[in-house]
Nanobody, 121 residues
Framework: QVQLVESGGGLVQPGGSLRLSCAASGRIFSINAMRWYHQAPGKERELVAQITSGGTTTYADAVKGRFTISRDNDKKMMFLQMNSLKPEDTAVYYC???????????????WGQGTQVTVSS
């Protein structure tokens, strides 16, 4: 009933930039916090950045000053602008959001399928 679809991943050289997008669709009444996670091979999934419905942002220390999270509430979309990319940023990036499907339902956490980001020369 609710779908999150990421796009914008790819191969980029160190120092380059990418912009990830996450589109929410389906039966959506309200979206609370939205987040980007990443998971590198052999490692646990980690929180990269979060943005609340009011626009308050938080970042993992490793990406502060390089990544910017934003959202468009009218379009039900979230973005991650990634600059000065490093090889250690290589991972699958996942969209995550707390979504309510009606006034009578509490928020549930939803995940996208992920998009691969590879930083390599």
């Amino acid at each position: 009933q609710v779908q999150l679809v990421e796009s914008g991943g790819g191969l980029v050289q160190p120092g380059g930039s990418l912009r990830l997008s996450c589109a929410a669709s389906g039966r959506i009444f309200s979206i609370n916090a939205m987040r980007w996670y990443h998971q590198a091979p052999g490692k646990e999934r980690e929180l990269v950045a979060q943005i609340t419905s009011g626009g308050t942002t938080t970042y993992a220390d490793a990406v502060k000053g390089r990544f910017t999270i934003s959202r468009d509430n009218d379009k039900k979309m979230m973005f991650l602008q990634m600059n000065s990319l490093k090889p250690e940023d290589t991972a699958v990036y996942y969209c995550n959001a707390d979504i309510s499907i009606s006034y009578y339902h509490s928020y549930g956490t939803h995940w996208g399928q992920g998009t691969q980001v590879t930083v390599s020369s």
